[in-house]
C-alpha cells in the first residue's frame, strides 16, 4: 500500500516487518505522549508493547476483514504530529493483513449501517499481535456521522482521536470536541459515549486491568 503523505511507499514491506511496525509506532507513541505522566496506563502499555518486540513475541492472527477497513483508504497521515502519523502510516499500510473484529453484543444489536462502518483492531491484548491479559490497546474505526451509544467496561480507558473529529461525553455529562492527539479517559464502568464528524474516524484505545471482559451497551433509560 502507498503511504499518502509523501513518505516512501511501505507496499514492499514483508508482512511480519508491517505488524511489527505497527507495534512499535503505538508503542512509541503511548511511552513518548505528553501525558504518560499523568495517566501511568499509557507507559504501561507502551512498555508491554516494546518488550513485546523485544522477545521476539509478535503474533500472526488469522487475517480477518470488515467492511470499515475500505475506510482506510480515505486515511492520510497528515496530521503534523509525527508519533500519530507514524501510527497512521502503520495502521493503513498493515490493515489488509490485520484480524479486525466487533464486539460480540454491538454485533448481534446495532444496526447494519453501523456494523458496516465500524471495527477495530487489537494490537495488544487477548487474541491482539502481542497477547496479554493485562493490558489492551488497539485501533479502532467508525464511519462519518456515527453515534456510539453509551456503553461502559470493567477495564481503565484512555482514547486518543488520532483522525478525524469525534466529541466526547462522560456519564450524563457535556459532549465536549476533541481535538487530534488529546487524551479522553475513562475510569473503570463510567459510562461514556461517542459522536463522530463528517470524516473517517481513527481512535487509538488503551485497556488496563480486567481486559479480559468486553464492552456492554449501557441501557437507555425511559
Known amino acids: ?24 509506532a503505538l508503542s512509541d507513541f503511548y511511552v513518548g505522549h505528553p501525558d504518560s505522566e499523568r495517566l501511568p496506563m499509557l507507559g504501561e502499555v507502551g512498555r508491554l508493547l516494546a518488550e513485546a518486540l523485544e522477545d521476539d513475541a509478535v503474533v500472526v492472527p488469522e487475517p480477518r476483514g470488515l467492511p470499515v477497513a475500505r475506510l482506510l483508504e480515505g486515511v492520510a497521515a497528515g496530521t503534523g504530529q509525527p508519533g500519530i502519523d507514524r501510527v497512521l502510516r502503520a495502521f493503513t499500510a498493515a490493515g489488509p493483513i490485520l484480524h479486525w ?5 454491538y454485533a448481534a444489536t446495532l444496526s447494519q449501517h453501523f456494523l458496516d462502518n465500524y471495527g477495530y483492531v487489537r494490537v495488544i491484548g ?82 488496563t486491568g480486567d481486559v479480559s471482559v468486553n464492552a456492554r451497551l449501557v441501557p437507555v433509560e425511559s
Not at 155 to 181: C, I, K, M, N
Open 126 to 207: 487477548p487474541g491482539g499481535l502481542v497477547e496479554s491479559d493485562v493490558a489492551g490497546a488497539g485501533l479502532g474505526v467508525w464511519g462519518a456521522g456515527l453515534h456510539y451509544p453509551r456503553h461502559e467496561h470493567p477495564a481503565e480507558e484512555t482514547y486518543h482521536l488520532l483522525h478525524g473529529s469525534s466529541s466526547f461525553q462522560r456519564g450524563t455529562g457535556p459532549w465536549v470536541d476533541r481535538a487530534v492527539g488529546e487524551s479522553v479517559h475513562h475510569d473503570p464502568w463510567e459510562h461514556h459515549a461517542q459522536r463522530f464528524g463528517d470524516a473517517t474516524c481513527v481512535l487509538s484505545w488503551a485497556w
Open 1 to 24: 500500500m502507498v503511504v499518502r503523505d509523501g513518505a516512501e511507499d511501505l507496499g514492499e514491506a514483508s508482512e511480519p516487518d508491517l505488524r511489527r511496525d505497527l507495534v512499535s
Open 101 to 105: 473484529v466487533q464486539t460480540a453484543e
